[in-house]
């Protein structure tokens, strides 16, 4: 077993979990087998209850557990995925340990923060690594050296660096190098004194990871090194990228990978980035640029959408068009004239997941314009529900009807909560959650789009398509092309729109960079058929 931890100082948000993907990444491309685990301080059991405004996106893994979406980021640098076990948790542990003082596992003993607490979290760590089988277990440590919430956390890994022993761990800290000043320069004080508190509770990094927003003169690398007792060569300057895709690529150029070769006396394999490369090389391409119009109730922090948002990197980093997310705050949307006019001369239209009444006349609104006026459209998830109820109350004439999640007493509930749904009290890890099998009908656009008729998807949702309206929805041009082995909507089109498109899954959370999800590639081939005709009939209508 050999841990390599990533832990942050300074201020939070400085790219821990890109650092530790990347990391990750380098390791591979060198053949060696990896999994990679986040920490999470918080008292919260998993990311599930949290508010999007406060904590980003709720990332979805195969099995149902709702995690940080960091877990994202390790499986799209990765390419594999992960389950629950690799996201510890406060309330994970704290409710672990006291479930053992309840059964009189303990036998009597005071049950104390060392070692009770500390030896959860290490088995924990053992555990994945040991269902997982890899070389290299990668952790990485949230919030902020000094915390203290995550003081236990970095005790046990203290204590575990000393139980594997020598060459068997490795440390790696993330700081901040502000520039200040009239002369822009660069103040090391920060980093000295983060590595200073870390140091005081017995861990000395062996790699400082130094963000900033532009790169460092071995000069300041040589004051950081100095005064943070490691060696010049293992302070890696990490300025802002373009795309975080980047990030291992600048790593690998300044001897990461050779670093924690020696560091965890791993073989020094060459590393293989070919499909890597290709992917970053078309990236830059910039063939051309579409329009994509992203309508959320949340758009204020993009980190709410972060999925959505790097699936649309994927597509670029394959297609070589530059693709532009326009946002709309949904709740803002019906009383913004000008952003309405706007929305209708965009490419594509994603009307985006959500929970609550809150935007939701924004997002009708967005797919009224994108089914009346043939502009490219794919709802997902909420906004795949809120597409059967524009289209019920607009085309069918039902002019009531709604989702019992917006409106309880609506005389045509076409979106209705799932049977199982009805009696559940608990909020946390209680909706449909998780991989599904969903099974598409021959000759479907999607199924085309796909290239099969089975697939599996990620789900989170308490409500689903009321398969009351199914029938009348079809006989005017709403057709179900997707399902469930159950029987439950999962995906519809209609047939007549050059590309109209809803999906109750996630298909966000399993795109990666060197295998875009079809969806996404296929709305972005949309936009740019789209574009492509307006372009040829323009200079037609000037010329009459």
Request: include cysteine; hydrophobic fraction near 40%; proline fraction near 6%.
């Amino acid at each position: 077993m050999k841990v390599l931890v990533v832990s942050g100082g300074v201020i939070s948000g400085l790219g821990k979990g890109i650092t530790t993907a990347s990391l990750a990444r380098l390791l591979k491309a060198r053949g060696i087998s990896v999994t990679v685990l986040k920490i999470d301080p918080y008292l919260n059991v998993d990311a599930g209850t949290m508010n999007p405004y406060q904590h980003g996106e709720v990332f979805v893994l195969d099995d149902g557990t709702e995690v940080d979406l960091d877990l994202g980021n390790y499986e799209r640098f990765l390419g594999q995925s992960l389950t629950g076990s690799h996201n510890i948790t406060t309330g994970k542990v704290y409710r672990a340990v006291i479930d053992k003082e309840r059964r009189g596992d303990y036998l009597g003993t005071t049950v104390q923060i060392i070692p009770h607490i500390t030896g959860e979290i290490k088995r924990q760590i053992r555990e994945v690594a040991q269902t997982t089988g890899a070389d290299v277990v990668l952790v990485e440590v949230g919030g902020t050296v000094g915390d203290i919430e995550s003081m236990p956390f970095l005790e046990a890994l203290r204590e575990l660096s000393y139980e594997l022993g020598e060459g068997q761990m490795a440390f790696v800290h993330t700081t901040l190098v502000p520039v200040v000043g009239p002369v822009g320069e660069p103040k090391t004080k920060p980093t000295q004194h983060s590595v200073r508190e870390l140091r005081a509770i017995g861990i000395r990094p062996n790699i400082i990871v130094a963000r900033a927003p532009v790169p460092l003169t071995s000069e300041i690398k040589g004051k950081i090194s100095l005064f943070c007792d490691v060696p010049p060569e293992a302070v890696i300057s990490v300025p802002d990228q373009p795309v975080i895709y980047e990030v291992p690529l600048v790593l690998e150029a300044q001897g990461v990978g050779q670093l924690l070769s020696r560091q965890l006396k791993l073989p020094d394999r060459p590393p293989d980035y070919g499909r890597w490369k290709e992917f970053l090389s078309t990236y830059r391409e910039n063939k051309g640029s579409v329009d994509i119009a992203f309508v959320g109730k949340y758009t204020e922090l993009k980190d709410a959408y972060l999925s959505h948002i790097e699936a649309f990197h994927h597509v670029q980093g394959n297609l070589g068009y530059s693709v532009q997310l326009h946002w709309y705050d949904s709740e803002d949307l019906p009383r913004d004239s000008a952003a309405l006019a706007r929305l209708r001369r965009a490419d594509a239209i994603l009307v985006a997941p959500g929970f609550g009444a809150r935007g939701v006349d924004g997002k009708n609104r967005a797919i009224e314009t994108a089914r009346t006026l043939g502009i490219p459209f794919l709802g997902v998830c909420y906004g795949f529900q809120l597409a059967t109820v524009e289209f019920a109350r607009d085309v069918l004439g039902l002019t009531q009807a709604n989702t019992t999640e917006v409106d309880p007493h609506t005389p045509d509930p076409v979106v209705c909560l799932l049977e199982e749904q009805k009696g559940v009290a608990d909020m946390g890890g209680t909706m449909r959650l998780g991989a599904q099998r969903v099974e598409l009908v021959a000759g479907s656009r999607i199924a085309e789009i796909y290239g099969r008729t089975e697939i599996w998807e990620r789900h989170r949702h308490r409500y689903e398509i009321n398969p009351a309206y199914l029938d009348r929805m079809a006989q005017q041009g709403l057709v179900v092309t997707g399902r469930s082995v159950d029987g439950r909507v999962e995906s519809f089109e209609v047939p007549s729109h050059p590309f109209f498109l809803g999906v109750q899954y996630h298909p966000e959370l399993l795109s990666r960079p060197e295998t875009p999800h079809p969806l996404y590639m296929a709305l972005v081939r949309a936009a740019l058929a789209r574009k492509e005709v307006a372009a040829s009939v323009a200079p037609a209508a000037a010329r009459a």
